[in-house]
């Protein structure tokens, strides 16, 4: 199975300030269409989990324009140009790229 | 306005069986592969199962193989997830979320439902 594994685990930011979190797959998550299938999601405590970005660096729709996904391979990073209050939750990235499909533990960023 | 609503969940016994559905409006689900995720009391989240579109393909994880089938019925626009011998390790919040990249494309996890909590407990 892909494992994915994410750092760091818990984010402590100031607000205004940037955030990057990591996401290093197990194996390289290029599918032979030549896309790679990583994904990013955000939680908020008691709701559902929302995507951030698709396909390693395309942003969803409504998703603010301080987020941005990049890598190849099997590094990924997830960064936040200014953070916002509205950030705080839980980051996870995910691979569709091999099955099993598998998630990242999630990082939990808070405001410092 | 398009969304996701799943039901089924309850408390049930180890060894127990529950059926989960998810009725999809907004959509056109034959479209669409589907999934379900779940999410231990305040742990993280774990693919369990997508089904393709037409409901041809089908896959689990193996934590659940065998115990659990996904099945669609596209005329009602729901998804199912039939849970047999359930397990105390079963116990988790269960979201049914739509790939709208295609009906043989399982990566999407574009939309979300709310949730429904399964509790197997004795």
């Known amino acids: 199975d892909v494992v994915l594994t994410q750092s760091p685990l818990s984010l402590p930011v100031t607000l205004g300030q940037p955030a990057s979190i990591s996401c290093r797959s197990s194996?390289?998550?290029?599918?032979?269409?030549?896309?790679?299938?990583l994904n990013w999601f955000y939680q908020r405590p008691g709701q559902s989990p929302r995507r951030l970005i698709y396909k390693v660096s395309n942003r969803d729709s409504g998703v603010p324009a301080r987020f941005s996904g990049s890598g190849s391979g099997t590094d990924f990073t997830l960064k936040i140009t200014r953070v916002e209050a509205e950030d705080v939750g839980v980051y996870y990235c995910m691979q569709g790229t091999k099955w099993p499909l598998t998630f990242g533990q999630g990082t939990k960023l808070e405001i410092k | 306005e398009a969304q996701l609503v799943e039901s089924g969940g309850g408390l049930v016994q180890p060894g127990g069986s529950l059926r989960l559905s998810c009725v999809a409006s907004?959509?056109?689900?034959?479209?669409?592969?589907m999934n379900w995720v779940r999410q231990a009391p305040g742990k993280g989240l774990e693919w369990v199962s997508s089904?393709?579109?037409?409901?041809?393909?089908?896959y689990y994880a193996d934590s659940v193989k065998g115990r659990f089938t996904i099945s669609r019925d596209n005329s009602k626009s729901t998804l199912y997830l039939q849970m047999n011998s359930l397990r105390a390790e079963d116990t988790a919040i269960y979201f049914c979320a739509l790939s709208s990249c295609g009906s043989d494309c399982y990566s999407g996890f574009d939309f979300w439902g709310q949730g429904t909590l399964v509790a197997v407990s004795s």
């Open positions: 907004g959509f056109t689900l034959r479209t669409y592969a």
């Open positions: 089904i393709s579109g037409s409901g041809s393909n089908t």
């Open positions: 194996q390289s998550l290029l599918f032979s269409d030549g896309n790679t299938y």
